[in-house]
């Protein structure tokens, strides 16, 4: 792999295959040139550019690269999980060349101190690039506002509240007041810690059978439908992260009817499997919120295709092996999944369960726009994107998988979507063996 | 694999269907319990020797390793493998290692290195017996002696071999299991042992805080209301009852519990005049069961006791069996390898 590659000088051209430009779908490439970090230009103008080198994309795929809203790189502070190095590439190796970093680290991010500690390191290890999240509450112990000023002067681009759950309203309700005075984005993953209580699985047919402790549903969608109230009631623009019920999608869209200014994302796990994953004790599947039923899980397929949810996740959660090793119940909740998230999806449009421009548009322009961003590969546009081969397959193993944590949600065969090569400002991020450059 | 699809025979069963570890009735065959049940049988009349054994574990050692700490279960384990000749380690790992933060990875490997046979492991944790026998080394045999609330299947089988002592037979029977189903490992593992031997109908009674979440999809229906549920009985299993369930909300009183719930002479005479009284123990008289029931003429509860040791003999025997007969596949495998 030539991690090194800077196409910024001589410039690369990729010819021929297909390009996803959001708003149009799929069309067909005659030619996209890459140069001085940005794309030069397309078309029939790339096609008759001179370049240092030229790549032949027939049968693949060209796509902006994905945004991640909701990723952990473990770094600082949980290096034995992983770290920024070793998490952004394993990103690039997904075809992301953006990830937001979660607050849940050691130290909380929850100062603009942190935010620099992680950019520094992003700046010196990091392959793709990183857009930390905030904290929402200091430690994210749901007590007191975080500094949300100097969490934004420092770069951050919105608040959260990682995977922790809110227990009081009232705070959260002044969160929000405080993030909306500085035009911050808040990201919650809606979760009412009194309902969820000690559980850690989805509260259906395998819990009972199992004799695990069950999540209900109404400890996602009574959390949502209090931050609904509380968004709408402040003003401020709320992103729901990592939706898991059928009942949240649906609040989701009418809210969104009457006018509140609320985006939504779902974790690739979601759409992809359901609470039987756990039915012979797999603790990789331990995931929070959890795997829910199959009825769930096509709610939120649909709510991706209809646009309702802007956006797919990894939740990336890179562990050390011994957090996995033990009984479920002591088991750390999170998949090792941002490699796999767009095999996955290809997976569900080869099901005709999704089709590919809505994956993709999930990937790219859904979670620019809930960053206030855009995205396209049009000529000055920053040289970010992804090559994949949709038909070509790949094993997940510990051999090909870059993350630090090695529980992927698929272990035991080969996936479809390979990507070839991830540029992230016209730099090589990830280039698969082989690929002829 | 659906939700419904209770596969952990890769991990139980040897390829020729043998038992090879004893985690969960999920999945057993209707053949394979009976088979049980009718190995228990031939070890009863060891019992009643003056000379209580048989060489069948001999030079094999068995571990007990409670997590949890437990008498009943614990010394019935220990006097059927001592029935079996095994050698006999008890380790109550409660109050050791896992208190001084090794992990349950670490704690194994340890034990592996004192050459054991078969670990009979009781876990606060739904799944650690599974979690187990996925890291053991082959030719280790693990016997679940209850985990969490998923699973007391040894538990349930002596209550099947007791049923089937007083009633000779499964088909036709109604069998009530009465109060908090919700933390029980063994109402799951019963539900599922009388569904797949036969009886005709399971009921389970209790108030709806003390029930999981689609409970009738284990097998059996819903009844509130105790006099109704007591109707045609021809078995009443009652549960043991927590004090710190008063705690979570999850019920009111002990005596409120024990006015609707509790079984006593009046609500037995509801059921058929043969129904017999069984609970797991220990028995909390006076918040499950009146004494008079518990120590009356259709109480089996001593019983359950006894069909306890013949229960766990078998098992123990049948997976020590199937794991020697892989054993000599493996070997038998690697030497045709060589040929």
């Known amino acids: 792999m030539t991690a090194s590659a800077n196409w910024n000088e001589g410039g690369l051209k990729l010819i021929g295959g297909q390009l996803f430009e959001p708003g149009k779908g799929l069309i067909s490439n005659p030619g996209l040139l890459v140069r001085n970090g940005r794309i030069e230009a397309v078309g029939e103008q790339a096609q008759a550019a001179a370049s240092a080198a030229t790549l032949d994309a027939d049968g693949q795929v060209i796509a902006p690269g994905f945004i991640d809203l909701c990723c952990n790189l473990r770094e600082p502070g949980n290096g034995q999980k992983g770290n920024i190095a070793s998490e952004t590439r394993a990103a690039a190796h997904g075809g992301f060349t953006t990830v937001c970093a979660s607050p849940e680290t050691s130290p909380v991010n929850d100062s603009g101190a942190v935010t620099n500690l992680i ?10 690039r990183v857009l930390p999240i905030g904290a929402i509450t200091r430690g994210l112990d749901g007590d007191m506002l975080s500094d949300m000023a100097g969490l934004k002067a420092a770069g951050c ?23 909306q005075t500085f035009g911050l984005t808040v990201m919650f993953s809606p979760e009412n810690t009194a309902l969820a209580a000690d559980g850690y699985a989805h509260d259906g047919q395998v819990t009972t059978r199992l004799g695990l402790l069950g999540i209900p549903e109404v400890a996602e969608t009574a959390a949502v439908m209090e931050m609904l109230l509380l968004a709408e009631e402040t003003g401020v623009r709320l992103h729901l992260s990592q939706l898991s019920c059928a009942r949240s999608v649906e609040m989701l869209a009418q809210a969104r009817d009457r006018g509140v200014k609320v985006t939504a994302d779902v974790a690739m796990h979601q759409l992809a499997f359901t609470e039987s994953a756990l039915a012979g004790f797999d603790s990789r599947f331990h995931v929070r919120p959890p795997l829910r039923g ?72 859904g979670p620019a726009a809930v960053l206030g961003r855009e995205v396209a590969l049009t000529a000055g546009a920053a040289a970010d994107l992804c090559l994949f081969d949709p038909d070509g397959h790949w094993q997940p193993s510990t051999a090909t998988l870059l993350s630090a944590g090695r529980h992927a949600p698929v272990l035991d065969r080969a996936l479809p979507g390979e990507v070839k090569l991830t540029l992230v400002a016209g730099r090589t991020a990830w280039q698969a063996p082989g690929t002829p450059l | 694999m659906t939700a419904n699809d209770p596969s952990p025979n890769h991990l139980q069963l040897t390829r020729d269907g043998q038992l090879r570890h004893f985690l969960t009735l999920d999945g057993l065959s209707q053949p394979l319990l009976t088979d049980i049940l009718d190995t228990a049988d031939s070890f009863i009349e060891v019992g009643e020797r003056s000379i209580k054994k048989v060489p069948l574990l001999r030079g094999r050692t068995v571990v007990n390793l409670f997590f949890e700490s437990s008498t009943r279960t614990r010394s019935t384990f220990e006097l059927a493998a001592k029935r079996l000749s095994a050698d006999v380690l008890n380790l109550d790992i409660s109050t050791s290692a896992t208190s001084k933060g090794e992990s349950l990875s670490d704690t194994l490997l340890n034990l592996e290195a004192m050459a054991s046979d078969m670990f009979v492991v009781r876990h606060s944790q739904s799944g650690a017996p599974h979690f187990i026998a996925e890291s053991v080394t082959p030719g280790v045999a693990i016997i679940n002696a209850g985990d969490g609330r998923h699973a007391h299947p040894t538990q349930a089988m002596l209550d099947m071999l007791t049923i089937r002592q007083h009633k000779g037979r499964f088909d036709g029977l109604k069998v009530a299991i009465v109060g908090d189903v919700l933390h029980s490992r063994v109402a799951r593992s019963q539900i599922r042992a009388l569904n797949v031997l036969g009886a005709e109908e399971v009921r389970v009674i209790a108030p709806g805080t003390l029930l999981p979440r689609d409970v009738e999809d284990l097998g059996c229906t819903v009844e509130y209301d105790m006099a109704r549920g007591m109707k045609d009985l021809d078995v009443v299993i009652m549960l043991r009852l927590q004090k710190e369930r008063m705690e979570g909300a999850l019920l009111p009183s002990e005596r409120e519990f024990y006015r609707l719930y509790g079984l006593n002479q009046e609500k037995l005479g509801l059921a058929k005049p043969d129904c017999i009284v069984m609970h797991p123990g220990p028995i909390n008289r006076g918040v499950e069961i009146e004494s008079a029931v518990a120590d009356g003429p259709q109480s089996v509860i001593l019983n359950q006791v006894t069909n306890g040791i013949a229960i766990r003999m078998a098992v123990m025997s049948m997976a020590m069996g199937g794991q020697m007969a892989e054993r000599q ?8 390898g060589r040929a």
Do not use: F
Request: aromatic share 0%.
């Open chain 1, 157 to 179: 681009v919105a608040v959260g509240n990682g995977s922790r759950g809110v227990r009081n309203a009232r705070i959260l309700r002044r969160c929000m007041a405080y993030a």
């Open chain 2, 329 to 336: 596949q493996r070997q038998q495998e690697q030497q045709e």
């Open chain 1, 294 to 365: 199959e009825a769930d899980r096509q709610a939120l397929v649909a709510g991706v295709q209809d646009g309702v949810i802007d956006a797919i996740v990894s939740q990336h959660q890179p562990h050390d092996s011994a957090a996995k090793q033990a009984p479920l119940p002591a088991t750390e909740p999170g998949l090792s999944s941002i490699e796999s998230v767009l095999s996955l999806g290809l997976e569900l449009v080869q099901n005709h369960e999704l089709e590919l421009p809505d994956l993709l548009r999930a990937l790219t322009a």
């Open chain 1, 119 to 128: 950019l520094d390191s992003v700046a010196s290890r990091g392959v793709v």
